[in-house]
Nanobody
Framework: QVQLVESGGGSVQAGKSLRLSCAVS????????MGWFRQAPGKEREGVASVVTGGGSASAADSVAGRFTISQDNAKNTVYLQMNNLKPEDTAMYYC??????????????????????WGQGTQVTVSS
């Protein structure tokens, strides 16, 4: 059974940085798609960034491009989301997610929630102005 555990959230002022971590345990097939999603109160969950594990392509949503970067450490079975120049509109619960198996890189980049089978419990990020 695959488990995803997020950490690294917190409360920061606008312009600051945070790095979220997603630790993966259990057996996961190679070349799966892992993503970060976020959900603000009263809004739908949206995909923020995604990457094909094993060194595959990574991408980020337009709303965070240039500020957020997804990366992975295969030795530690961990995926990161580096968030720079945070804005109040980035305030949300952030979730890590993974697909069961390989999906085309173009679909990984689309970050459709229905493609992701495994989900973490989330970590809260609050950005004040």
């Amino acid at each position: 059974q695959v488990q995803l555990v997020e950490s690294g959230g917190g409360s920061v002022q606008a312009g600051k940085s945070l790095r979220l971590s997603c630790a993966v345990s259990g057996y996961m097939r190679s070349n799966t798609c892992m993503g970060w999603f976020r959900q603000a109160p009263g809004k739908e969950r949206e995909g923020v960034a995604s990457v094909v594990t094993g060194g595959g392509s990574a991408s980020a949503a337009d709303s965070v491009a240039g500020r957020f970067t997804i990366s992975q450490d295969n030795a530690k079975n961990t995926v990161y989301l580096q968030m720079n120049n945070l804005k109040p509109e980035d305030t949300a619960m952030y979730y890590c997610a993974a697909t069961i198996s390989w999906i085309p890189p173009v679909d990984c980049g689309r970050r459709r929630r229905t493609d992701f089978h495994y989900w973490g419990q989330g970590t809260q990020v609050t950005v004040s102005s």
